[in-house]
């Protein structure tokens, strides 16, 4: 088992930054790849970045391309989603996610078997 906490979202305005960190316990050795989504009141989870613990491969989706810069840290078990010039649509709940098993890629919830509480990001405009 995996346990994830998100931590860090949080109110700022449209053009602001903010950082969410995502900090992993229980099996964290056999993680493979950890990931973020997102979804907006009304609208379905979407796929926002992932990173493989090793070797730290990132992918993106690409509204966040060029804003957004994910990372972890292996020994601290953290990964976190640096967000900058931040717009109004990218308000939600986001979440973070952890798989255990390696994957060709890590776009999908299906790919993913842990997830945290997930942290509110809002933007005003």
């Known amino acids: 088992q995996v346990q994830l906490v998100e931590s860090g979202g949080g109110l700022v305005q449209a053009g602001g930054s903010l950082s969410l960190a995502c900090a992993a316990s229980?099996?964290?050795?056999?993680?493979?790849?950890m990931g973020w989504f997102r979804q907006a009141p009304g609208k379905e989870r979407e796929f926002v970045a992932a990173?493989?613990?090793?070797?730290?491969?990132?992918y993106f989706v690409d509204s966040v391309k060029g804003r957004f810069t994910i990372s972890r840290d292996n020994a601290k078990h953290t990964m976190w989603l640096q967000m900058a010039s931040l717009k109004p649509e990218d308000t939600a709940d986001y979440y973070c996610?952890?798989?255990?098993?390696?994957?060709?890629?890590?776009?999908?919830?299906?790919?993913?078997?842990?997830w945290g509480q997930g942290t509110q990001v809002t933007v005003s405009s």
């Open positions: 996610a952890a798989t255990i098993y390696y994957k060709r890629s890590y776009y999908t919830s299906n790919d993913y078997e842990y």
């Open positions: 229980g099996r964290t050795v056999s993680i493979y790849a």
């Open positions: 990173i493989r613990w090793s070797g730290g491969s990132t």
